[in-house]
C-alpha cells in the first residue's frame, strides 16, 4: 500500500493561485486512481476531484469545476492539485488520497491518505 505525504499549503489572497502536491512511497503509485477531499472548519471533509488510473478521466466537485485542476505524473510518483482564482471558502485542509479499486468521490472506496495541508485563503 502507498503512503502520500502532501505539501504546498499556505497562505493565499482570494483570486490567488495554489500548487498543492501529494508525494506517493512504498508501492507501484500507477496503480492507484487518486483523489483530493477537503475539511473546512466545522465541517464534514468533503470530495474536491479525482483522476483515473492512467490519468484519462477526472471527476470536480461543482464548487472547483472551472477553477481547479488535478493531474499526476506516475514517474514522480506524484499528485497534483492546482487551485487557480481561490476563494474565501476554500479555506481548508486538503487530503489527498489514493484508491486501488476505486475511482470517485466516495471516501471510503481509498485505502491510503495523507496527513493534510492546510489552505488559508485570505480577503
Known amino acids: 500500500q502507498v503512503q502520500l505525504v502532501e505539501s504546498g499549503g499556505g497562505l493565499v489572497q482570494a483570486g490567488g493561485s495554489l500548487r498543492l502536491s501529494c508525494k506517493a512511497s512504498?508501492?507501484?503509485?500507477?496503480?492507484?486512481?487518486v483523489g483530493w477531499f477537503r475539511q473546512a472548519p466545522g465541517k464534514e471533509r468533503e470530495f474536491v476531484a479525482a483522476?483515473?488510473?492512467?490519468?484519462?478521466?477526472?471527476h470536480y466537485a461543482d464548487s472547483v469545476q472551472g477553477r481547479f485542476t488535478i493531474s499526476r505524473d506516475n514517474a514522480k510518483n506524484t499528485q497534483y492539485l492546482q487551485m487557480n482564482n481561490l476563494k474565501l471558502e476554500d479555506t481548508a485542509v486538503y487530503y489527498c488520497?489514493?484508491?486501488?479499486?476505486?475511482?470517485?468521490?466516495?471516501?471510503?472506496?481509498?485505502?491510503?491518505w495523507g496527513q493534510g495541508t492546510q489552505v488559508t485563503v485570505s480577503s
Open positions: 512504498g508501492s507501484s503509485f500507477s496503480s492507484y486512481a
Open positions: 488520497a489514493a484508491g486501488r479499486n476505486y475511482y470517485g468521490e466516495v471516501e471510503s472506496g481509498y485505502d491510503a
Open positions: 483522476l483515473s488510473w492512467i490519468g484519462d478521466s477526472t
